[in-house]
């Protein structure tokens, strides 16, 4: 069967029925196509909601809850060292997400944290490509190195090599 997309993202697969037969609202037929509607998930290409959890696990109320408490525990810890990190070199807010990733496989909550930063993360990328916030910034950050260029030479100009704390005025 070949099938088509068009510019909504529904895809238009040929039928040899010409019956009204709506799926739930996700299929509308014609003549001799059936458009089939893509939920938001498939358009988006994120996954549903919920606790991605084994079956097994899931099958049975208390390990599932044990399954949760120590999920949260083992994101708990990665988002703690993740925060130790953030006044300490090192990648504080790349540990936060991925203690937030960890929570994600079994909170909604948290996943739902997660692409709602995805969505500003790509957004704040885009915008970082457009030329004129290219060239505003290249400005900006040239004035910026300027200014603390001109200072360091004052301060240099007074002072000399002396560091700031061994200054005797």
Do not use: C
């Not at 039928?15 to 059936?34: F, I, N, Q, R, Y």
């Not at 893509?38 to 899931?58: C, V």
């Not at 790349?94 to 909170?107: K, P, Y």
């Not at 997660?114 to 040239?142: C, F, G, H, Y």
């Amino acid at each position: 069967m070949h099938a088509e997309s068009d510019e909504r993202g529904d895809v238009v697969v040929p039928t040899a029925t010409t019956d009204g037969g709506a799926d739930h609202g996700k299929v509308e037929s014609g003549a001799h196509l059936v458009r089939v509607r893509k939920t938001e998930d498939e358009r988006t290409g994120t996954a549903e909601l919920g606790s991605r959890a084994p079956g097994f696990i899931k099958a049975s109320r208390p390990l599932h809850l044990s399954w949760q408490v120590g999920v949260f525990i083992v994101g708990l810890a990665v988002v703690g060292g993740g925060v130790v990190l953030l006044p300490l070199p090192g990648p504080g807010w790349l540990i936060i997400f991925g203690g937030m990733a960890i929570w994600a496989t079994e909170f909604v909550w948290a996943q739902l944290v997660l692409r709602w930063t995805k969505r500003k993360v790509t957004e704040a990328a885009q915008k970082a490509m457009d030329p004129k916030v290219r060239r505003r910034n290249i400005v900006l950050t040239s004035i910026g190195v300027a200014i603390l260029a001109a200072a360091a030479a004052v301060y240099l100009w007074y002072f000399g090599w002396v560091l700031p704390w061994n200054i005797d005025r």
